[in-house]
């Protein structure tokens, strides 16, 4: 089991503070903005930290995007070694693997979950949910009074303006609907296959590049 030496940190201010921008943001209209959704990555989009990821999109603005993925594990480290190495009782929380939420500050936790609980520094993100980052959210799962579901993921991907809307023109992500059964109700290696089916689109049947003139 890999040792974590206190490099894993939840924080108790804002969730997430929109990375500086990199160039001109493209022009959108809110009709656009895809917070809430799934995004799923393309077959053959040639990045391969993200091969069949599947990301819980949390925000999607005129300041970028920001979301957790949730279709790959973190290996050596699990949710009560992460509560033991932030000084937290696991107490009644079973212990379950870890999400590997992305490349970006991949110390930093997340806990996602059902709506059904709330806190100040909640994000939340409907239909998917909420995305919580405190301490508070941790102590009430291993104290028997949390949410009804909820996952843990460290790290996360995001996008300075009109990048992830450049990305996508580019074959590299579909934005699917975010529905939480395909999040809570399907194990990680499951979900990139289960919200391509729950499109109706069979991922075998996924070309791996677009079509040249």
């Given at each position: 089991?890999?040792e974590?030496?206190?490099?894993?940190?939840f924080v108790?201010?804002?969730?997430?503070?929109?990375?500086?921008?990199a160039?001109?943001?493209?022009?959108?209209?809110?009709?656009?903005?895809?917070?809430?959704?799934?995004?799923?990555?393309m077959?053959?989009m040639?990045?391969?930290r993200?091969?069949?990821?599947?990301i819980?999109?949390?925000?999607h603005?005129?300041?970028?995007?920001?979301g957790?993925?949730?279709g790959?594990?973190?290996?050596?480290v699990?949710?009560?070694?992460?509560?033991?190495?932030?000084?937290i009782?696991?107490?009644?929380?079973p212990?379950?693997?870890?999400?590997?939420?992305?490349?970006?500050?991949?110390?930093?936790?997340?806990?996602?979950?059902?709506p059904?609980?709330?806190?100040e520094d909640?994000?939340?993100?409907?239909?998917?949910?909420?995305?919580?980052?405190?301490?508070d959210?941790?102590?009430?799962?291993a104290?028997?009074h949390g949410?009804?579901k909820?996952?843990?993921?460290?790290g996360?991907?995001?996008?300075?303006?009109?990048?992830?809307?450049m990305e996508?023109?580019?074959?590299?992500?579909?934005?699917?609907?975010g529905r939480?059964?395909?999040?809570?109700?399907h194990?990680?290696?499951r979900r990139?296959?289960?919200?391509?089916?729950?499109?109706?689109i069979?991922?075998?049947?996924?070309?791996?590049?677009?079509?040249?003139?």
């Amino acid at each position: 089991m890999a040792e974590l030496g206190r490099t894993v940190h939840f924080v108790t201010d804002r969730l997430y503070s929109p990375p500086a921008s990199a160039g001109i943001c493209l022009a959108m209209t809110q009709a656009q903005y895809l917070s809430g959704r799934m995004l799923l990555a393309m077959p053959g989009m040639g990045d391969p930290r993200f091969a069949r990821a599947a990301i819980a999109l949390y925000v999607h603005d005129e300041n970028g995007a920001f979301g957790v993925g949730v279709g790959h594990l973190r290996s050596g480290v699990s949710l009560h070694e992460l509560m033991r190495e932030l000084d937290i009782d696991p107490g009644v929380a079973p212990d379950c693997p870890i999400h590997d939420g992305g490349p970006v500050e991949p110390g930093r936790g997340f806990v996602l979950h059902s709506p059904d609980w709330d806190s100040e520094d909640t994000l939340m993100a409907p239909p998917l949910g909420g995305l919580s980052a405190s301490l508070d959210i941790l102590r009430a799962i291993a104290e028997g009074h949390g949410p009804a579901k909820w996952m843990v993921a460290l790290g996360y991907a995001g996008w300075v303006p009109g990048q992830l809307d450049m990305e996508m023109r580019h074959h590299g992500w579909y934005a699917a609907e975010g529905r939480s059964g395909v999040l809570f109700d399907h194990p990680a290696e499951r979900r990139w296959e289960a919200a391509w089916r729950a499109e109706g689109i069979d991922p075998a049947l996924l070309a791996s590049e677009t079509g040249r003139a």
